[in-house]
């Protein structure tokens, strides 16, 4: 195959895959400037493009306050989580003691356990410990479940860390928390960066835990408003879409902003992971 075709293959695949990607996204777009009350099936373009339908939604959510919660929420959630993430994948990665490998293996329990199946005795345990209906029903399950991909993630890197880097810090006498934020942290922050727009990405996008544990409507956050324009017999099509679309700027602004650490980080988990 010559270099002319296979340049040609690469890039139809990757036209293919884009299309794949942004199909949805156009889908979207199409029907949320439909017209109000339309029913749309499928892609369909509309005859006329309604803007308005974009402040309605922002209107008849209330995604001022719903977006204030969910910021409210990721911003304890992501430093939180990516701190705890830090120092555990640390002791994983670089310190060698008993029970290391099983301590191990019960945090990847987090990542490999469906966790709507703990959805329901979550709800009862923080009843009764008085969290239901508080921003705190919403972050620590979502700390708790952030922290096993972080640890396995932050362990990779510390295991690809140079081992004579953390043996000469050794010999020149740092203490291990001197070795992980002189030594180690100036060099992972491609990964951390990666880690800590996942964690937003999930803590923005989190639909059940909203759901089921805030019933309080001052205090849902912006996927859960989504239900308010699903109706008992019908749905608001034009304004779910309209809504869907705001949400998703914040997540598409953070991207944008760290898209650069974001795919730095990715290509380096793929080589070292």
């Given at each position: 195959?010559?270099?002319r075709?296979?340049?040609?293959?690469?890039?139809?695949?990757?036209?293919?895959?884009?299309?794949?990607?942004?199909?949805?996204?156009?889908?979207?777009?199409?029907?949320?400037?439909?017209?109000?009350?339309?029913?749309?099936?499928?892609?369909?373009?509309?005859?006329?493009?309604?803007?308005?339908?974009?402040?309605?939604?922002?209107?008849?959510?209330?995604?001022?306050?719903?977006?204030?919660?969910?910021?409210?929420?990721?911003?304890?959630?992501?430093?939180?989580?990516?701190?705890?993430?830090?120092?555990?994948?640390?002791?994983?990665?670089t310190?060698r003691?008993?029970?290391?490998?099983?301590l191990?293996?019960?945090?990847?329990?987090?990542?490999?356990?469906p966790?709507?199946?703990?959805?329901?005795?979550?709800?009862?345990?923080l009843?009764?410990?008085?969290?239901?209906?508080?921003?705190?029903?919403?972050?620590?399950?979502?700390?708790?479940?952030?922290?096993?991909?972080?640890?396995?993630?932050?362990?990779?890197?510390?295991?690809?860390?140079?081992?004579?880097?953390?043996?000469?810090?050794?010999?020149?006498?740092?203490?291990?928390?001197?070795?992980?934020?002189?030594?180690?942290?100036?060099?992972?922050?491609?990964?951390?960066?990666?880690?800590?727009?996942?964690?937003?990405?999930?803590?923005?996008?989190?639909?059940?835990?909203?759901?089921?544990?805030?019933?309080?409507?001052?205090?849902?956050?912006?996927?859960?408003?989504?239900?308010?324009?699903?109706?008992?017999?019908?749905?608001?099509?034009?304004?779910?879409?309209?809504?869907?679309?705001?949400?998703?700027?914040?997540?598409?602004?953070?991207?944008?902003?760290?898209?650069?650490?974001?795919?730095?980080?990715?290509?380096?988990?793929?080589?070292?992971?």
């Open positions: 195959m010559t270099a075709l296979e340049r040609a293959v690469i890039y139809v695949v990757l036209a293919l895959f884009s299309a794949v990607v942004l199909l949805p996204l156009v889908n979207i777009l199409t029907i949320a400037l439909q017209k109000p009350g339309s029913t749309v099936t499928g892609l369909s373009f509309p005859t006329e493009f309604h803007f308005e339908n974009f402040v309605r939604a922002w209107e008849v959510g209330g995604f001022a306050d719903l977006m204030s919660s969910s910021a409210l929420v990721a911003v304890v959630v992501v430093p939180v989580a990516t701190l705890l993430s830090i120092l555990s994948g640390y002791a994983f990665g310190m003691f008993r029970g290391s490998t099983a191990f293996y019960l945090f990847l329990i987090g990542l490999v356990m966790f709507e199946a703990t959805v329901v005795p979550l709800y009862y345990d009843r009764s410990l008085g969290l239901t209906d508080t921003y705190w029903a919403l972050i620590l399950p979502e700390i708790a479940l952030s922290v096993s991909f972080g640890t396995f993630w932050m362990r990779a890197f510390f295991l690809s860390s140079p081992r004579s880097l953390l043996e000469a810090a050794r010999i020149d006498g740092a203490s291990s928390w001197t070795t992980l934020w002189r030594v180690l942290l100036p060099t992972a922050r491609p990964a951390i960066s990666t880690l800590a727009t996942l964690f937003f990405l999930w803590s923005w996008n989190e639909f059940l835990l909203a759901l089921v544990l805030i019933q309080d409507p001052a205090l849902r956050t912006a996927p859960a408003g989504l239900g308010l324009f699903v109706g008992e017999r019908t749905v608001d099509v034009a304004g779910l879409s309209a809504g869907a679309l705001l949400i998703t700027l914040p997540v598409i602004a953070v991207y944008l902003f760290t898209q650069r650490h974001f795919i730095r980080g990715m290509l380096e988990g793929s080589v070292k992971g």
